[in-house]
T-cell receptor, first 111, second 113 residues
Framework: EDKVVQSPLSLVVHEGDTVTLNCSYE??????LLWYKQEKKAPTFLFML????IEKKSGRLSSILDKKELFSILNITATQTGDSAVYLC???????????FGAGTTVTVRA | DAEITQSPRHKITETGRQVTLACHQTWNHNNMFWYRQDLGHGLRLIHY???????NKGEVSDGYSVSRSNTEDLPLTLESAASSQTSVYFC????????????FGQGTRLTVV
């Protein structure tokens, strides 16, 4: 069974701080790792990572994957109150399509 | 615009009743999924389907069933609702090609009293 562990479970930062979220995984025949943001309702897609060492970037958010050590990090720089959300990490095995999720990290950004 | 919709958005039901939650997508996606979300557990997979007439059990399938009679719909049925099934339920879909993300509906908050 696939296993995804996210850390920390929650954190509180102030606007302008940098946040680093961690996701470690165990999955049979890894294919991809996905990050989602959830603000009170439907999770929305952020990044999909399939190759080690290649950073994906979107504005102040970036993410990278290490397939040797089986983890990914999501960075948020210059945080804003709108970044407050639950960030979810999920993995997909090769030849499969279902996502296995971690418990999520709740980020609270205070003004 | 193509989308994925869930109904109802909120429901209160009594223990022992049968309940069906609807999920409808207009992307013509092959893959559809049902997850439940509870505090401290993230999203847990209930059932999923990779095409018409295909259904598979997820990690928390006991007490739930699904059927896929067309591409657009994957209704989730709680055979006999229990208080432990109080949760927020999310439906999702994806294309069925490699390395594509899943898109989520807005969720259904179900309370079993």
């Amino acid at each position: 069974e696939d296993k995804v562990v996210q850390s920390p479970l929650s954190l509180v930062v102030h606007e302008g701080d940098t946040v680093t979220l961690n996701c470690s995984y165990e999955v049979t025949n890894f294919r991809s790792l996905l990050w989602y943001k959830q603000e009170k309702k439907a999770p929305t897609f952020l990044f999909m990572l399939t190759s080690s060492g290649i950073e994906k970037k979107s504005g102040r958010l970036s993410s990278i994957l290490d397939k040797k050590e089986l983890f990914s990090i999501l960075n948020i720089t210059a945080t804003q109150t709108g970044d407050s959300a639950v960030y979810l990490c999920a993995v997909v095995g090769y030849g499969d399509y279902k996502l296995s999720f971690g418990a999520g990290t709740t980020v609270t950004v205070r003004a | 615009d193509a989308e994925i919709t869930q109904s109802p958005r909120h429901k209160i039901t009594e223990t022992g009743r049968q309940v069906t939650l609807a999920c409808h997508q207009t992307w013509n996606h092959n893959n559809m999924f049902w997850y439940r979300q509870d505090l401290g557990h993230g999203l847990r997979l209930i059932h999923y389907s990779y095409g018409v007439h295909d259904t598979n059990k997820g990690e928390v399938s006991d007490g739930y069933s699904v059927s896929r009679s067309n591409t657009e719909d994957l209704p989730l049925t709680l055979e006999s609702a229990a208080s432990s099934q109080t949760s927020v339920y999310f439906c999702a879909s994806s294309t069925g090609t490699e390395n594509t993300e899943a898109f989520f509906g807005q969720g259904t908050r179900l309370t079993v009293v």
